[in-house]
């Protein structure tokens, strides 16, 4: 993690979502997290927090940000790339962006092992921090349900997209869209009934995984892509969480007493 990640032990509110989040850095360099009730006060509108309109649902994709990892083990690579492109509003598909990402994330991951494993969840959000924004931490859960909860918040009060880990670990896709029956922005008080996703295997010959750029899915059929990590070739200090990286909002944030 880098400087101006919190210090151990020193947890972070967010206000902004509805609730009051406590993010404690674990020893593992992930943050858990905690669900408080929030203090019963009024939420500013969508518009005042700099927001779109709520409409039900967002999305971030557009045509030209996808592309397809060029070879098996750069899949974490690849979705920074397409995140990388919505937020900047590119249209970069090379392998040599894709081999610079990787490299970096291999570099800064926190278990060794062969190069065709790709990285670890530690290079992943290293990845994500660099060449995306510097807001993004990797997170983990212990339910299915919290962690999209927590995802599809973030993407709201950010207008940035998620990295998920789907497969158990073994592959990854972004989520950057989402339907829901309330705002995040303004209320906990909601349930996810959609997603929208891409993976990077798309296009790849011999990929008969991912389904294509900007796939809807429903909660349901999310979850059976979206599960606990279990990379059975390295056993890691991650096993059994479901894992994501988020952007973290940069306004409505206090450090906790």
Known sequence: MRASTPRRGRP??????????????????????????????????????????WNGG????????????????WCQATAAQIMRNIVYGLEDHSATTQRRIFNYMRANQ??????????????WAAGLDLY??????????????????EAVTRMRLTQLPVS?????????????????????????????????????????????????????LSTAAFKAYFKPFDFAPVRMVWQGQYMTVQPIPRAGYVESL
């Open 132 to 149: 995306v924004d510097k807001s993004y931490r990797l997170y983990t859960y212990s339910s299915y349900d919290a962690a999209l909860k």
């Open 164 to 216: 998920v880990l789907v497969m158990n670990g073994y592959h990854t896709w972004v989520l950057h869209g989402f339907t829901a029956t309330a705002d995040p922005a303004v209320t906990r008080d909601f349930t996810v009934t959609s997603v929208r996703v891409s993976g990077p295997l798309y296009g790849k010959a011999g990929n008969n995984y991912d389904p294509p750029p900007d796939t809807k």
């Open 110 to 123: 926190r278990y060794a092992f062969p190069y065709g494993y790709g990285t670890d969840p530690q290079g």
């Open 58 to 73: 967002m999305d971030l994709y557009r045509p030209g940000v996808f592309a397809t990892q060029q070879t098996w083990w």
């Open 12 to 53: 972070l509110a967010v206000a902004a979502t509805g609730a009051l989040l406590a993010l404690s850095l674990t020893a593992s360099g992930t943050f858990a997290v905690a669900v408080r009730p929030a203090p019963s006060v009024g939420h500013p509108a969508p518009a005042a927090m700099g927001l779109p309109a």
